[in-house]
């Protein structure tokens, strides 16, 4: 069956502290990539997105990924945190069965804690 | 524009109970996505609408879910005789799913709809 694994559950981070979470995903096909954001209190939002070219993909508020294809993971990446990025993460896939559309299959998610 | 909407924000029913929980999509999106967000089970896919197509019926967990896309537009996800551990976040989401040219399959997500079954 397809999962994703993130690693790490919860992360407390000092500010400008460098954040890395880690998502992994089981599937041998191709696959799209995505991490999205939920800020307390409010919806899930996406923050970066891979569908296919350059593997480093950048994201809004600074946030990048890199998809490495052959260690099938797509990790996140600020290089350094605020207070406001406290938030939870979820990293989520898309098998490619279909040409466009199907379900996000999302891991358990990480929530980062930013201490001012 | 206008994002997913959902409605109602909050729902609080007692074992037993019918439940039906409405989102109304982007203006123009294909694709409507349920899923469910629950402590210890994490964002779980329910059932996903493409266009005319038949409906993706695979993560519902039980015959007591089900889920109907009027129009091509509003969805209501009904859950009935619902039960103490049908209690969850329940978000909708959205996609614009334009066949050909660049990637329009990207998720969208209402803020979802909150439910308590006593």
């Known amino acids: 069956a397809q999962s994703v694994s993130q690693h790490n559950h919860h992360v407390i981070l000092s500010e400008a502290a460098s954040l890395e979470l880690g998502c992994n995903y089981s599937?041998?096909?191709?696959?799209?990539l995505f991490w999205y954001v939920q800020y307390p209190g409010q919806h899930l939002q996406l923050l970066l997105k891979y569908f296919s070219g350059d593997p480093l993909v950048k994201g809004i508020k600074g946030f990048e990924a890199e998809f490495i294809k052959s260690k099938f993971s797509f990790n996140l990446r600020k290089p350094s945190v605020q207070w406001s990025d406290t938030a939870e993460y979820f990293c989520?896939?898309?098998?490619?069965?279909?040409?466009?559309?199907?379900?996000?299959?999302f891991g358990q998610g990480t929530e980062l804690s930013v201490k001012p | 524009g206008a994002g997913v909407s959902q409605s109602p924000s909050n729902k609080v029913t007692e074992k037993g109970k019918d439940v039906e929980l409405r989102c109304d999509p982007i203006s123009g999106h294909t694709a409507l996505y349920w899923y469910r967000q629950s402590l210890g089970q994490g964002l779980e896919f329910l059932i996903y609408?493409?266009?005319?197509?038949?409906?993706?019926k695979s993560g519902l967990p039980s015959d007591r879910f089900s889920a109907e896309r009027t129009g091509g537009s509003v969805s209501t996800l009904t859950i009935q005789r619902t039960q103490q551990e049908d209690s969850a976040v329940y978000l909708c989401?959205?996609?614009?799913?334009?066949?050909?040219?660049?990637?329009?399959?990207?998720?969208?997500f209402g803020p979802g709809t909150r439910l308590t079954v006593l």
């Open positions: 989520a896939v898309k098998p490619l069965i279909y040409n466009q559309g199907g379900k996000l299959i």
């Open positions: 989401a959205s996609s614009l799913n334009r066949p050909g040219g660049p990637r329009t399959d990207t998720q969208y």
């Open positions: 599937y041998g096909g191709t696959v799209n």
């Open positions: 609408f493409q266009g005319n197509s038949a409906p993706d």
